[in-house]
């Protein structure tokens, strides 16, 4: 079983940056693929972001340029740095984990282990 416990949410106005946290905890695959998806109110899940064991990046058309996903192996911890962010950003954002490779395209399907969730708000 994976553990995954998101932290960083909160509010800021358009513009601004915020930097989501998903710490991992439990059993550690040596070959894997992380994720970030967020779902606004009404609006299915929608993938963000995902990186796999082997260092590779991956980010959806709407994020690209403005959002950057990295991992610290050594804290087990994945990172999601938003820069310049947008009203239609506000959702909640959530950390996902599969054993195994990355798919092209990532489903949500495909990842076994989710966080709880935490809100990202942003204001114009």
């Known amino acids: 079983q994976v553990q995954l416990v998101e932290s960083g949410g909160g509010s800021v106005q358009a513009g601004g940056s915020l930097r989501l946290s998903c710490a991992a905890s439990?059993?550690?695959?040596?070959?894997?693929?992380m994720g970030w998806f967020r779902q606004a109110p009404g609006k299915e899940r929608e993938w963000v972001a995902r990186i796999g064991s082997d260092g590779s990046r991956m980010y959806a058309d709407s994020v690209k340029g403005r959002f950057s996903i990295s991992k610290d192996s050594a804290k087990n911890t994945l990172y999601l740095q938003m820069n310049s962010l947008k009203p239609e950003d506000t959702a909640m954002y959530y950390c996902?984990?599969?054993?195994?490779?990355?798919?092209?395209?990532?489903?949500?399907?495909?990842?076994?282990?989710w966080g709880q969730g935490t809100q990202v708000t942003v204001s114009s």
């Open positions: 439990g059993y550690f695959y040596s070959v894997y693929c």
């Open positions: 996902a984990s599969r054993g195994g490779r990355c798919r092209t395209p990532p489903r949500s399907a495909d990842f076994g282990y």
